[in-house]
Structure formats: C-alpha cells, structure tokens
C-alpha cells in the first residue's frame, strides 16, 4: 500500500494499525501532539445598530434601518493552549498498569506543577515502521536483530499493519504495510546479502520521521541500530530538530553494538527515544530481543492521554521540560517507569 493511499484513508473513520516502514495508522485518534494546540477557541462578536430613525417617517422606515444598517462592532478571538500527552505506565515486570485516574499523575512543566485537567486510557491498533540498520560491516550482528524482529509480530493483532525499512547508505523499503504475517516472514528471511559498508542513521531515521508527519494518527518508529553513523547528509541537531517538532511519532531505539568506544552513539539512541516519548534498549541475545519486544508490545498497544493547560502563557518558540510521575493519593512517588514525552516546542505567535 502506497503512502499515498495511506494518506488517503486517513479521511475514514475506520481504525487500521501498522508497523514498520513509513506509513503508520491514518485513522487513529491523534493523541501524542505535544505542541501546545488550541484547547478552545471561543469568538466573541459585538454587533452595534444605528439609532432608530426618530420623527413622523420612522416606522417606514424601521424595518429597512434594522436590515441595513446592522454592522459588527469588534470580534476578539480568545485561544486557550492545551497539552496532550501520550503517557504508557508500566510495573516493574514490564507490564502495562491499568485504572489509574487523573489524581494519580503528577505533571511538572519546566519543574513547575501543572493540573492534570482530563485522562482517558486508550487501546488500539498499532501503526509503526520497523527500521534495521543493514550493513556489510556489521552483516553478523544486524542478520540477528533483523531476525529478532520475528519475536515483534508475536504481539501484532490482525489490526495492526506492519512494514519494514532496511538502511545502509540509503533506507529501502523492502516491505509496504500489511497485515499478512507471512508476508512479512518471508520478506524478513529473503533478506540478500548487504554491499555497502556506510551506515548513514541520521538521514534514514530524518526521512522515516519527516514522511510520516503526512499521516495521521499515532505512529511508532522501531529502530535497531548500533547507534553508528558514518556519512549521513543531515547532521545530528537537524535529527533532533525533526523529532522535536513531529507530531505524534514515538521513537523505541534498541542498541545492538555496545562497547566502550560507542558511547557517543548509546547517547544518541537514548536521546531519540527520551525526546518523542520511546524508550531505550540494549538487545543482543534472542532472549533479551524477546523481552524488549514484549515490553515495547505493552507500551505501544497501551496508554493513557492526559491533558493539561500550561501555566506558561509566552508563544516564544521555546522548548518546555516535561516530567510526568504516577504517585499515589497522598502524593508518594510509585515504583512504576512512565513512558512519556519529555518536552514540546512552544507555538510562535506567527503560527
């Protein structure tokens, strides 16, 4: 399926979800949007009438006057920001926790407290693009990650799409969404061998990101990698940029390569992850690529979407902190990791 088409359908009210490549479900609800939007949009309008015409010719022409002359008189446009956060809570055995309520969320916006102003727990199928790094210098470790992506369709549902992107110098899609797990198995073990050495990270996770910003809905990109770049176009603070400023998409990174000279690139990872509201792993037996994908299978299919109002009233463009902590009714701190966003770039007045 084209990503035209995708864009397409994501007009229809019916629920799809995906995982891997560049699409991503068009008709889920649009819930991980951490620019503040317009909570309400109230518009007032004034209307002011000329006197009524007084003396013996008034009521000729009343009707006329109350018709013609009615004009507005001002229109004030009052915008209230909203902050809507996709929040993923999880126990200390990786699984999801359910039936918190709003009292249960503490929001800190630039260390500031914030009032949780509504909640609602959300299930639904997933959309996501599953981007493996797959290069002839590290043919042997990727050929494991690429197989460990089996473990991941353990947990689709028959609504969830799922596609898959390969990078080296250069992302290919070697498969588009579908919901056929045996297409996608066959796709995954008709992988041929790999020829370019170069591993260019920043430009594919750049163009996966920047090509599912056209369709709507909750996206999630998985992305395993050794965290290595060699010639990308796009530099790193152009990558971060990119992930501050989509919508919607949540990034999980697993690291496959880990040793002392890469720690540069372990940061790199994290970082993509902490920034839209992913997590990050470490993965390289079958047994821990089974248990990182079990958990991101609890993450992604489960999640609260919590607002707030920010206290903050300056439309400067600047970036805000956020922290968000599940705490019990007498305010203590639960053993519990909280998926979430860790900030949004406020709107401009020009926007």
């Not at 995708?6 to 951490?34: E, H, M, T």
């Not at 503040?36 to 309008?45: D, K, Q």
């Not at 792993?281 to 248990?291: L, N």
Request: hydrophobic share 40%; with cysteine.
């Amino acid at each position: 399926m084209s990503w035209l088409v995708r864009a397409i359908k994501a007009a229809c009210p019916v629920l799809a979800g995906s995982i891997l490549v560049f699409p991503a479900n068009a008709c889920l609800a649009q819930s991980n949007d951490y620019q503040p939007l317009p909570g309400a949009s109230v518009v007032i309008h004034s209307q002011q009438q000329k006197p009524a015409v007084q003396g013996s010719d008034a009521q000729g022409q009343t009707s006329e006057a109350n018709q013609q002359n009615t004009r507005p008189g001002y229109s004030m446009r009052l915008e209230v920001p909203l902050v809507t956060l996709d929040v993923s809570v999880l126990n200390p055995d990786g699984y999801f926790v359910n039936d918190l309520n709003k009292e249960n969320f503490r929001v800190l916006e630039d260390g500031v407290p914030q009032e949780v102003t509504s909640l609602a727990q959300s299930r639904a199928p997933v959309s996501a693009v599953l981007l493996v790094e797959y290069s002839a210098e590290t043919f042997g470790l990727q050929l494991g990650a690429l197989r460990s992506c089996f473990y991941f369709m353990r947990t689709l549902t028959p609504d969830d799409w799922t596609a898959v992107v390969l990078f080296d110098k250069r992302p290919r899609m070697v498969q588009d969404f579908t919901q056929d797990r045996t297409a996608l198995q066959n796709t995954l073990n008709t992988m041929a061998m790999p020829l370019s050495r170069e591993v260019n990270l920043f430009d594919a996770l750049y163009d996966t990101v920047d090509r599912l910003q056209s369709v709507e809905g909750r996206k999630y990109v998985i992305l395993l990698a050794s965290g290595v770049d060699t010639f990308s176009r796009r530099i790193l603070d152009e990558v971060y940029r990119k992930i501050q400023s989509a919508k919607g998409i949540a990034i999980y990174t697993i690291e496959t390569d880990r040793n002392s000279e890469h720690r540069q690139e372990t940061n790199q990872m994290r970082s993509f992850a902490q920034m839209s509201g992913g997590q990050f792993f470490f993965a390289t037996s079958p047994q821990e690529f089974a248990d990182v994908f079990r958990t991101i299978g609890q993450s992604i299919r489960n999640h609260y979407i919590l607002t707030y109002r920010p206290s903050h009233t300056a439309s400067d463009g600047a970036w805000h902190k956020i922290k968000v902590e599940v705490v019990t009714t007498s305010g203590h701190k639960k053993p519990y990791q909280v998926v979430a966003r860790d900030g949004y770039r406020a709107k401009t007045r020009a926007d």
